[in-house]
């Protein structure tokens, strides 16, 4: 059977569901579309994908074949909503974007928000870049070499260039008038901004409030002033974190001379809620800006750098066991249970260190409160370290018989919890005084302390507590 039979005998597009219960793309779909692509079937394809959400149409992307890819853009033409881009991994993205014309490009880049070709095109070459702007129409190329221009991670990268700015001398009548005959307005908008001759912000109107207000009304009875409008080179965190305080749904983006510039509305922000929290979570583990779908050399060459550091750390570890190879041939018992020691220690510093680097993200932890913080660390560290230390010395009492030994580990474990609460804290602090990005960071030293000092502590004590004559 040839390819145009297998789509001629497969169910209508439309009877074919898209997701499961689980909300995984189903493998009938996907199939109907593969089938399409290998008959080369426009007509099939754009049934299937045609009113298809461009979240949707960026998760088929990512489950195609590489070869396939540009084939599924190349096929749907001028049908293909290039906003389906900004759903994609970034190393598909700019894998996808090599492989189509630039033509291609930048005729679907003209066609979006000038914050979402900003998305697309920052990962590129500088040299690709300018390949596709210069496809672009002098105003769209303008908009996006100016965002461009920011400092990455930025609410200027983040902003949509199109707003709807109004003097504060129209009335609501005129201002209503200019929104239904404008043809250049943005696809969606919350607010609108008012401006003097200079383009200097003034104030916003949202659109609920023109709406009720009659249409003699001027815009500067009104307005309200702009309390939280943002600076263009501001860090998208901050911007991000301003948004969640005040509940905003939009904010107007200002130079430096508070000329507006722009306008970030809530669904960015989200975006940016989404890929801080991620950030946030890879550098934890030492994973760096890893992706899912990112090639074997380049996983690879992004985690080695911190397994070197924390191999570095393990030898340290490894040096203090060293120096009681005595105690511990003297009671192989102690190497059964060092790991105990070390391991508890551990959870508990990364329990303590994953709170503080999510306090420091979000200035909930600064200098007016790290004292009444430091002393909460301490107290829990104590208090769970008795109660293990008491779990683990009966154990120990009914395992090796030996008191004494329970005694031992279940001391070394509430010194290890007292310091690993202190340390869980105290380096990402120190961290961030330094400069250094506290989450991709502590985890290494964290680990560190709390097994230098379990096996320290726990062997020490074993060495005293053994050597005396009773």
Request: hydrophobic residues 50%.
């Amino acid at each position: 059977m040839t390819n145009a039979e297998i789509v001629d005998a497969a169910p209508a597009p439309a009877a074919i569901p898209v997701r499961d219960e689980d909300g995984r793309l189903t493998d009938s779909f996907l199939g109907a579309v593969e089938a399409a692509l290998a008959a080369e079937d426009r007509d099939v394809l754009l049934a299937l994908v045609g009113d298809l959400h461009e979240a949707d149409v960026g998760a088929v992307i990512e489950t195609l074949a590489e070869d396939e890819r540009p084939a599924f853009v190349r096929l749907l033409g001028d049908a293909f909503d290039y906003t389906a881009l900004t759903e994609l991994d970034e190393a598909v993205r700019v894998k996808l974007l090599e492989e189509l014309p630039t033509a291609d490009i930048a005729a679907g880049l003209g066609e979006l928000d000038s914050d979402d070709a900003v998305y697309i095109l920052e990962d590129l070459d500088a040299e690709d870049q300018a390949a596709i702007l210069g496809e672009l129409s002098y105003s769209d190329r303008m908009q996006i070499e100016r965002a461009l221009d920011y400092p990455e991670e930025s609410a200027g990268r983040r902003m949509q260039t199109d707003f709807i700015a109004v003097p504060p001398f129209w009335t609501v009548g005129q201002t209503i008038d200019h929104m239904r005959e404008a043809d250049d307005l943005p696809e969606t908008f919350y607010e609108l901004y008012v401006v003097d001759p200079g383009f200097r912000l003034i104030g916003a109107v949202a659109l609920n409030k023109i709406l009720r207000t009659p249409r003699g009304e001027k815009i500067s009875a009104i307005m309200t002033e702009t309390r939280h409008s943002v600076l263009a080179t501001e860090d998208q965190e901050e911007v991000a974190r301003r948004f969640e305080r005040y509940n905003l749904v939009s904010s107007a983006v200002v130079d430096e001379a508070d000329r507006l510039v722009g306008v970030l509305t809530v669904d960015d922000i989200v975006d940016v809620i989404q890929e801080e929290a991620e950030e946030d979570m890879r550098a934890l583990a030492g994973v760096g800006d890893e992706e899912i779908s990112d090639s074997v050399v380049t996983t690879a060459r992004s985690r080695l750098t911190w397994l070197v550091v924390n191999l570095g750390t393990a030898i340290l570890a490894s040096l203090v066991i060293a120096l009681f190879d005595d105690t511990i041939e003297a009671m192989v018992a102690l190497a059964v249970l060092m790991p105990i020691v070390a391991s508890l220690g551990g959870n508990a510093g990364m329990q303590t260190m994953t709170v503080a680097v999510r306090a420091i993200a979000t200035q909930d932890l600064d200098a007016r409160n790290m004292m009444r913080v430091l002393r909460r660390e301490v107290l829990v560290g104590i208090v769970n370290g008795v109660a293990l230390s008491i779990l683990i010395g009966v154990v120990v009492y009914f395992w090796f018989d030996n008191p004494g030994l329970g005694m031992v580990i279940g001391s070394a474990i509430v010194v290890n919890l007292l310091f690993a609460g202190l340390c869980g804290l105290l380096i990402p602090i120190t961290l961030d005084r330094l400069r250094v990005d506290p989450a991709i960071a502590s985890s290494v030293f964290v680990t560190m302390v709390t097994d230098v000092v379990g096996f320290f502590a726990f062997l020490g004590i074993a060495a005293v507590w053994f050597s005396l004559p009773f």
